[in-house]
């Protein structure tokens, strides 16, 4: 999906990314963790979009500081544990889109009247 505006298309990834000041791999690991009913550790989401965990391990900090997604803790059977993410509700990120763009056309619609 795109928009147009002032003769430029956005593409929704762009939109989000703009939105929430994410990069690209940011962007990719929330739509993995968007499209999944699961919770996953940084493998798994490695695995996914095939990036090194680094990459991943930064955009899973990114995301959680953020807050477009969550982190819980499995504890493992032999002891231990891992950090498992899930993105945060599909209708609240929506919401919060939405409350950006709100914000950035009350700001515009400002600028305009000054003109």
Same mark, same amino acid.
Not at 7 to 35: A, E, H, P, W
Not at 36 to 45: A, F, G, S, T, Y
Not at 79 to 91: E, L, N, R
């Given at each position: 999906?795109? =928009?147009?505006?002032?003769?430029?298309?956005?593409?929704?990834? /762009?939109? @989000? +990314?703009?939105?929430?000041?994410?990069?690209?791999?940011?962007?990719?690991?929330?739509?993995? $963790?968007?499209?999944?009913? #699961?919770?996953? +550790?940084?493998? /798994?989401?490695?695995?996914?979009?095939?990036?090194? +965990?680094? *990459?991943?391990?930064?955009?899973? %900090?990114?995301?959680?500081? %953020? *807050?477009? @997604?969550? +982190?819980?803790?499995?504890?493992?059977? #032999? *002891?231990?544990?891992?950090?498992? &993410?899930?993105?945060?509700?599909? %209708?609240?990120?929506?919401?919060?889109?939405?409350? $950006?763009? &709100?914000?950035? &056309?009350?700001?515009? /619609?400002?600028? =305009?009247?000054?003109?």
């Amino acid at each position: 999906m795109s =928009i147009t505006f002032a003769c430029k298309k956005i593409l929704k990834g /762009d939109l @989000i +990314r703009c939105s929430f000041q994410i990069n690209k791999t940011s962007y990719n690991t929330l739509m993995v $963790l968007t499209g999944e009913k #699961n919770k996953l +550790r940084v493998e /798994d989401i490695t695995k996914k979009i095939g990036l090194e +965990r680094s *990459g991943v391990q930064k955009a899973v %900090k990114e995301l959680l500081k %953020k *807050g477009l @997604i969550k +982190r819980s803790q499995r504890n493992l059977l #032999n *002891g231990g544990y891992v950090y498992v &993410y899930s993105a945060i509700d599909k %209708k609240e990120i929506k919401k919060r889109v939405r409350d $950006l763009l &709100y914000e950035w &056309y009350k700001s515009a /619609d400002m600028e =305009i009247e000054r003109l």
